[in-house]
């Protein structure tokens, strides 16, 4: 009998170490710590309250069911701020995937009801609202909830996408209607100039507005406000209008190249206005022989420049004018001359002009620009067609010579990069001369020196009795300082942590010791300064210029109240 009462005491009492439910003191520690995150997600105590959740997670549905209310409880609260709803959110999910085991049971019809709330508490900050999407899109990729139920959890999301959708819907028909289309890639397919107007008119509308981030373009006003869109092209059209009224203002418009806009590179986008088109066309046409009416052309106009000059006179104002035609007759002739040595060369190697042989002298008709020199730039016409995927994989001999001979002619020596003006090639010059002069600059260290300084040949040597009475260095390298010792000769070894005299606030000067191979500081020696009451240490032994000791009279000892309180 005493035996089996002593087993049934056993099976009656309940060891200390064995989990029970959640104590109402144990939840309002875990309320508290919930109260600890505020705006910041500490990821220390999000873990900490998931390793609480999970210790219930399994045979406690009572306690879990207290642990998440505690939660939804802060969540749907009017007196937690916004910014503190977040973090609560991050515990949740934390729950969710390292927990999950009851929880998800208990969580998956009830995250519906506050998700809606939360999305639109947190209005005015998309931020936060992209955040709390981002977790509810998590839940997806992790195979928490079935796809049903992920969906109804996040209805205020697919609600807002569906709207922003419509406006946009709304947006393109209207800026559609304005004569406004779109890019495939979501750019506006406006003119240059009508989009410089624009662009124009847009910046005075936000020129009130300070923050850059906040300033939109023309492809972002058109989705947010397409009307305001409208009123600008309008304005934009007005201004243009005017301006040609006037006579201000380029009437040329950028023509595409019929079936290939999305083939063909904007940099090969044909420019030319249709009268200069048609006007082309119609030279094309005509059967002439280039070389043959250019040298009559040139002899004509050469002969006119001897007869005049050989025939005018300098006496009478009306020469003036003549000297100013037969100048100008004199350039057209030079100008045709290396016209017809480059077609020549043109024909000669199939289309591609070396210009090596150009004019020296930048100030002679016809004379190339020096980054043309020493060249060959393609003069063949550029052929639409093969932009494709298999006219791509053919070298373009042309295409290249304009792209990086005619588009990209200055070329950087010391890396080789090419630039478009020489704008931008002096100021890449000019950044690899800074930081080539930076790079030295860190380089420099100091080192021992290769001789010995003149001062160590010139000390003269000493007996152990002379010795005896000269300056020696005491310990820790420090030279006792009386009055008549020249300052420079005590030294100390040098500490990056305490380089600073404490009694003028000035840093020491530094040289480095060619015997010992050691930096030191001069005019310096170490001093034990006495502490207030109440700091731990009696004393502490600092660094002070022996020039400031001896001001205050070379005392042995400093007081807290003579030095800096650095």
């Known amino acids: ?330 350039a057209a002739a030079s100008t045709l001359s290396l016209m017809m040595n480059r077609l020549k060369t043109q024909d000669k190697n199939k289309g591609f002009v070396p210009f090596t042989a150009g004019p020296i002298n930048n100030n002679l008709p016809g004379a190339l620009p020096t980054f043309y020199r020493n060249t060959i730039i393609s003069t063949q016409a550029i052929d639409p067609a093969k932009f494709t995927n298999e006219g791509l994989k053919e070298k373009n001999e042309s295409v290249i010579a304009r792209l990086y001979d005619g588009g990209l002619p200055f070329i950087c020596s010391a890396d080789g990069r090419r630039f478009s003006t020489q704008r931008e090639h002096s100021r890449h010059l000019d950044e690899l001369f800074r930081k080539n002069q930076l790079e030295k600059a860190m380089e420099r260290t100091d080192e021992r020196d290769w001789y010995t300084p003149e001062n160590m040949w010139c000390r003269r040597v000493v007996s152990d009795d002379e010795g005896d009475q000269m300056d020696t260095f005491a310990n820790d390298d420090v030279v006792k300082a009386d009055d008549n010792v020249d300052p420079r000769t005590c030294v100390v070894f040098a500490d990056e942590s305490r380089d600073t005299c404490v009694i003028c606030g000035s840093k020491f000067e530094m040289d480095f010791d060619q015997d010992e191979g050691e930096f030191k500081y001069r005019n310096c020696r170490e001093i034990e300064v006495l502490n207030d009451d109440v700091a731990e240490k009696e004393s502490e032994s600092m660094l002070v210029h022996v020039t400031c000791l001896r001001g205050l009279g070379s005392p042995e000892l400093l007081t807290i109240d003579q030095v800096l309180q650095l």
């Open 1 to 330: 009998m005493n035996k089996i009462a002593e087993v049934t005491d056993l099976v009656q009492e309940v060891p200390d170490d064995l989990l029970q439910d959640m104590s109402g003191d144990q939840l309002s520690e875990y309320k508290d710590m919930l109260k600890q995150l505020g705006a910041y997600p500490d990821k220390v105590i999000i873990n900490t309250l998931s390793m609480i959740a999970e210790d219930y997670s399994l045979s406690f549905p009572k306690s879990c069911t207290s642990i998440y209310f505690a939660i939804r409880e802060f969540l749907l609260s009017t007196e937690v701020k916004p910014d503190c709803k977040l973090p609560l959110v991050y515990v949740i999910d934390s729950i969710l995937k390292n927990v999950k085991g009851l929880y998800v049971e208990i969580m998956k019809d009830d995250i519906q009801k506050w998700m809606m709330g939360l999305y639109q508490l947190l209005e005015g900050d998309e931020l936060a609202r992209m955040k709390l999407r981002r977790v509810w899109k998590t839940w997806n990729e992790f195979k928490i909830f079935p796809g049903e139920e992920w969906s109804s959890m996040g209805k205020c999301f697919t609600d807002e996408d569906d709207k922003i959708a419509a406006a946009k819907t709304i947006a393109d028909a209207k800026t559609k209607a304005a004569g406004i289309d779109r890019m495939p890639d979501g750019s506006l397919l406006l003119s240059s100039s009508l989009r410089k107007q624009m662009q124009a008119v847009l910046d005075d509308v936000q020129a009130d507005e300070t923050n850059e981030l906040k300033k939109v373009s023309l492809e972002r006003l058109a989705d947010i406000n397409p009307d305001l869109l409208v009123e600008i092209k309008r304005a934009a059209e007005g201004i243009i209008k005017q301006e040609r009224s006037l006579g201000i203002g380029d009437d040329s418009r950028p023509i595409p190249l019929d079936g290939i806009d999305d083939l063909v590179p904007q940099l090969f986008t044909e420019i030319r206005s249709p009268q200069d088109i048609e006007r082309c066309n119609e030279w094309e046409k005509l059967d002439l022989n280039y070389l043959q009416s250019s040298n009559e052309s040139i002899k004509k106009l050469l002969y006119v420049v001897r007869t005049g000059t050989a025939t005018m006179t300098q006496r009478t104002n009306r020469c003036a004018n003549a000297t100013k035609l037969l100048g100008s007759t004199s």
